[in-house]
């Protein structure tokens, strides 16, 4: 695990969309299409605005989420509506989003058809993720019904979890999806997060989610 220190949250912001900016550029120049993975939640906000001001080739990138609550796209908790009111504007209106959820009562009659929509557009190249204090990553979360299926080697790209706090449903990308992306950013702000990265460290993935990613992830923290 790298860890790179802000002194800042604006600076946080502005330095991780250059750096994924470079990393998608990179990726363009070898590839017709690159796949932008990105959490939602309340971190990646002033990420996003920035990479809106960002010139590249948006028209050949295709955004996912890492996970998404199971809930109308015109709710607030909607990560899908937040994608589109945060990133997919400016420069960034240009790029494709991946759908990670449909009209359907639960994820799991969904799964199939956004597992076809998805599966085609791996590996990810740009992976963000962030992390919940309970060191869950996406939907990962500790306790979840289907946790340790989604950290199998050979588990679905996606699956639906249902886990303890979580207010609603989740359809969530798994463990080996994750882990097999070229670049994987983990981005968290705070003391209390910091502990918990550094608890995260020493723990399994059953135990902390997101250490699934920390040996291949850059760490980005400011208070
Ligand atoms: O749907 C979500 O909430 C996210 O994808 C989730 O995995 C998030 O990254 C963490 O919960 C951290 O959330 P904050 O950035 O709001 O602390």
Same mark, same amino acid.
């Given at each position: 695990m790298?860890l790179t220190e802000y002194?800042d949250? @604006?600076m946080?912001?502005?330095?991780l ?9 990179? *990726?363009?120049?070898?590839?017709e ?5 990105v959490?939602?939640?309340t971190?990646p906000?002033?990420i996003? @605005?920035a990479l809106? *001001?960002?010139?590249?080739? &948006? ?8 996970d998404?609550? &199971?809930?109308p796209?015109s *709710?607030e908790?909607?990560?899908?509506r937040?994608?589109?009111e945060?990133l997919?504007?400016?420069h960034?209106?240009?790029a494709?989003?991946l759908?990670?959820v ?5 994820p799991?009659?969904?799964l199939?058809?956004l597992?076809?929509?998805?599966l =085609?557009?791996? =590996?990810i ?5 962030g992390m919940? *204090? ?7 979360f500790?306790?979840?019904?289907r946790l340790e299926a989604a950290?199998?080697?050979d588990? $679905?790209?996606? %699956?639906? %979890?249902?886990a $303890?706090?979580a =207010?609603e449903p989740?359809?969530?990308l798994?463990?080996p ?19 918990a990265?550094?608890?995260a ?10 250490a699934?990613v ?7 923290w400011a208070e």
């Amino acid at each position: 695990m790298i860890l790179t220190e802000y002194p800042d949250r @604006d600076m946080l912001a502005l330095d991780l969309s250059d750096r994924l900016a470079s990393e998608l550029g990179s *990726a363009l120049r070898h590839k017709e299409r690159v796949t932008f993975a990105v959490p939602g939640g309340t971190s990646p906000g002033p990420i996003f @605005d920035a990479l809106t *001001a960002v010139r590249l080739d &948006w028209d050949r990138v295709d955004v996912v989420l890492t996970d998404e609550r &199971w809930v109308p796209e015109s *709710a607030e908790r909607s990560n899908t509506r937040l994608v589109r009111e945060r990133l997919l504007q400016g420069h960034a209106a240009a790029a494709t989003l991946l759908p990670l959820v449909a009209d359907t009562p639960t994820p799991e009659e969904a799964l199939e058809g956004l597992s076809e929509g998805l599966l =085609p557009h791996l =590996p990810i190249d740009v992976l963000v993720l962030g992390m919940g *204090a309970d060191m869950h990553t996406a939907s990962l979360f500790p306790g979840a019904d289907r946790l340790e299926a989604a950290l199998a080697a050979d588990a $679905p790209a996606l %699956m639906a %979890m249902r886990a $303890p706090g979580a =207010p609603e449903p989740r359809i969530t990308l798994t463990a080996p999806v994750l882990r097999g992306a070229i670049s994987i950013h983990v981005v968290i702000t705070g003391a209390e997060k910091r502990a918990a990265l550094e608890r995260a460290a020493g723990m399994t993935p059953a135990e902390a989610p997101v250490a699934t990613v920390l040996d291949e992830a850059v760490v980005h923290w400011a208070e």
